[in-house]
C-alpha cells in the first residue's frame, strides 16, 4: 500500500548540500539521488568478503591480457593456461557472492592464476590492444556499477514512498477488528462543533503517525479538555483509525475521525470529487551568493487543505498539523494570537525567497522577494479565509495555471502560494524546527527548545530510513502496549 503523495514530487535541478556526500568519480550524487545519497554516506560499510574482490581483480586483468596472448603462436600453451584460469575464476564467482562460499582450494587457484597472469606480462604485447580491452572491461565495469547504484536508489526511493508491512498490517487489523467488534460512537459529539475550544486538524493514512500528533500535543497542554482533534482520512483507512482512537484515550481530548472521500458539506458547490491528498513536499536547490547549493524540503497545503472552511463550518479557528510533526510544548497560546487581517499563521523561511525558486515557480505573478512558508504547523483564521474567498482564488488560479507548462504538482504549489500571498503571519522560529526528514546536522539545543518538531525531507521517522538520532523524539509518543502493535511487529 503506497503513501499517498508524500515525498514523490522532487525538483532536481543544481542541488548539492554542502554536507552531502559525492560518488567514487566526485561528482554530485545528491544532484541525482537526493537523500539516498545522505542515508548510504551515513550506511557505509567496510568492505566485506576481500577473497572474491581479488579473484574479481585476477579475472579482470587476466581477460585484459588474453587476446593478445592468443595472437601469439609460439605462445599456445600458455594461452590455454590463461584461458583455463579465466574460465575457472568465471566458474567460482558464478557460484560464490561471499568469501564463505569460496572452496577450499580457491587460494592455490588464485596463486595458480596469478603466475599465469605474471607470465603473460613478461611478454611484449601490443600495449595498445591491452589498453583498448582494459577500457573495454572498465566501461563495463562501470556501467554495471551505475546500473546497480541506480537500482539501490530506486529501491531506497520505494521504500520511503511505501507503507511499511508492519504499518498496513497494523491497519488491515484494525479494519477487521472493527467489523468483528461493534463499537460505540464516538462521545461528546458536542465538542466537535464547540468554537470555544481549541480545534487541531490532522490530514493522514498513517495510524500511528496520527496518534503520536495527538499524544504529543496532549501530553504538553496545560488543559487537554480544551482539546478537540479531527483526523481527516481517507477510505482505505477509515475504519482502522476509527477504532485506534476509540480503544486509545489521550487524557481529556475528544478525537473526531472523518472520511474525507465521504463527507456531505453544507456547501453544495464544494463537492469532493478527489481522494484525500497530503500536504505536498517539493526537494528545491537554492544557489547561495558563494555559489554553495543547499537543498530545502518545502511542504505546502494540499487540494484537500482547501476544503477545511466547509468541512468544518461551523468553526472559527483551527490549527492544522501535518502527521510528520511532534510537539514538546503547549500549544494554548496559539489560540491567544493576534494576526491581524492574515489568514495563516505559518513557518516562514525568509533564507529562500520565491525570487530563489524562478525555476520552479516561473517568472509571473510572484512576488519575487515573498519569503516562503511551509505547512506543519498553520494557525487558521477561517472567517477571515471565508470573507476573502481563498478557496475560490485557488481553484480559479489551478485552472489558469493548467494551460502552462509544468507539472500538476508544481502548479499547486504556485497556486498556493498566491493564494496565501500577503497573507501569511510569520510565527516565531521557536515554534518549529524543520528538516528532521532529510538533514543530519541539526542543532540538539534548537531541537530541545522549539514546540514542534517537523519531520519534512525522505527520511521518516516510522520508516527504517528515519534519522536515527531524531527518532526517539517521536517514538516516545507511541503506545508500545497495544496488542496490534505486537501481532503486527511494530517496534518502537
Known amino acids: ?39 548510504r554516506q551515513q550506511h557505509r560499510e567496510d568492505m ?30 600458455l594461452s590455454r593456461q590463461l584461458k583455463q584460469n579465466i574460465q575457472e575464476l568465471e566458474r567460482v564467482l558464478s557460484e560464490s557472492t561471499t568469501d564463505a562460499d569460496l572452496p577450499p582450494e580457491i587460494e592455490k587457484k588464485l596463486q595458480k592464476t596469478e603466475v599465469t597472469v605474471a607470465k603473460a606480462k613478461s611478454f611484449p604485447v601490443d600495449c595498445n590492444n591491452v589498453d583498448k580491452k582494459l577500457r573495454q572491461i572498465f566501461d563495463l565495469t562501470e556501467d554495471e556499477a551505475d546500473f546497480h547504484m541506480r537500482q539501490s536508489a530506486f529501491l531506497y526511493k520505494l521504500t520511503v514512498h511505501t507503507m511499511p508491512k508492519s504499518l498496513h498490517c497494523l491497519s488491515l487489523k484494525l ?19 464547540d468554537s470555544s475550544l481549541h480545534h487541531y486538524v490532522i490530514f493522514s493514512n498513517n495510524v500511528l503517525a496520527a496518534s503520536a500528533v495527538i499524544n504529543s500535543t496532549v501530553t504538553h497542554a496545560k488543559e487537554s479538555w480544551k482539546q478537540v482533534f479531527h483526523v481527516l482520512t481517507d477510505e482505505e483507512n477509515y475504519y482502522a483509525m476509527k477504532l485506534w482512537f476509540l480503544r486509545n484515550k489521550y487524557r481529556e481530548a475528544a478525537v473526531q475521525v472523518l472520511n474525507i472521500e465521504n463527507l456531505h458539506l453544507d456547501n453544495p458547490k464544494m463537492e ?12 528545491v536547490s537554492i544557489q547561495s551568493a558563494m555559489s554553495q547549493t543547499r537543498t530545502e524540503y518545502m511542504s505546502i497545503f494540499s487540494h484537500s487543505h482547501y476544503l477545511l472552511p466547509d468541512i468544518f463550518s461551523k468553526l472559527k479557528k483551527i490549527v492544522v498539523l ?11 497560546a496559539l489560540w491567544t494570537l493576534s494576526m491581524g487581517e492574515k489568514v495563516n499563521g505559518a513557518a516562514q523561511f525568509c533564507s529562500v525567497r520565491l525570487g530563489q525558486l524562478r525555476s520552479y515557480l516561473g517568472e509571473k505573478g510572484i512576488n519575487q522577494n515573498s519569503c516562503s512558508w511551509m505547512s506543519g504547523l498553520n494557525v487558521i483564521d477561517l472567517v477571515r ?42 510565527l516565531d522560529d521557536s515554534w518549529v524546527v524543520s528538516g528532521l526528514g532529510h538533514d543530519y546536522m541539526l542543532d540538539t539545543q534548537a531541537l530541545n527548545k522549539a514546540a514542534v518538531l517537523h519531520y519534512n525531507g525522505n527520511m521518516k521517522p516510522w520508516l527504517d530510513m528515519g534519522i536515527p538520532k531524531y527518532r526517539s523524539y517521536w517514538r516516545k509518543f507511541l503506545n508500545n502496549e497495544d496488542q496490534f502493535l505486537s501481532e503486527c511487529n511494530v517496534y518502537s
Not at 579473484?55 to 588474453?66: G, N
Not at 501535518?322 to 494554548?332: E, G, W
Request: aromatic share 10%.
Open 385 to 426: 479565509w471565508r470573507d476573502l474567498g481563498l478557496t475560490q482564488t485557488y481553484k480559479r488560479l489551478i485552472k489558469e495555471l493548467s494551460g502552462q507548462e509544468g507539472s500538476m504538482e508544481a502548479n499547486a504549489w504556485r497556486a498556493s502560494l498566491l493564494t496565501f500571498e500577503g497573507k501569511i503571519y510569520p
Open 175 to 193: 479494519t477487521v477488528e472493527y467489523f468483528k467488534n461493534p463499537y460505540d460512537k464516538e462521545a461528546e459529539a458536542e465538542k466537535f462543533v
Open 48 to 77: 566485506k568478503d576481500a577473497m572474491i574482490k581479488k579473484l574479481k581483480d585476477q579475472l579482470f586483468v587476466a581477460r585484459a591480457y588474453y587476446p593478445s596472448i592468443a595472437k601469439l603462436p609460439t605462445q599456445d600453451k
Open 322 to 332: 501535518d502527521d510528520d510533526v511532534v510537539v514538546q510544548r503547549d500549544l494554548s
Open 272 to 283: 469532493i470529487s478527489a481522494p484525500l491528498s497530503l500536504p505536498e513536499e517539493f526537494r
Open 1 to 39: 500500500m503506497q503513501q499517498k503523495s508524500r515525498v514523490s514530487h522532487h525538483n532536481d535541478e543544481g542541488t548539492q548540500h554542502k554536507r552531502s556526500s559525492t560518488d567514487e568519480s566526485g561528482k554530485s550524487c545528491e544532484l541525482t539521488f537526493g537523500s539516498y545519497c545522505i542515508w
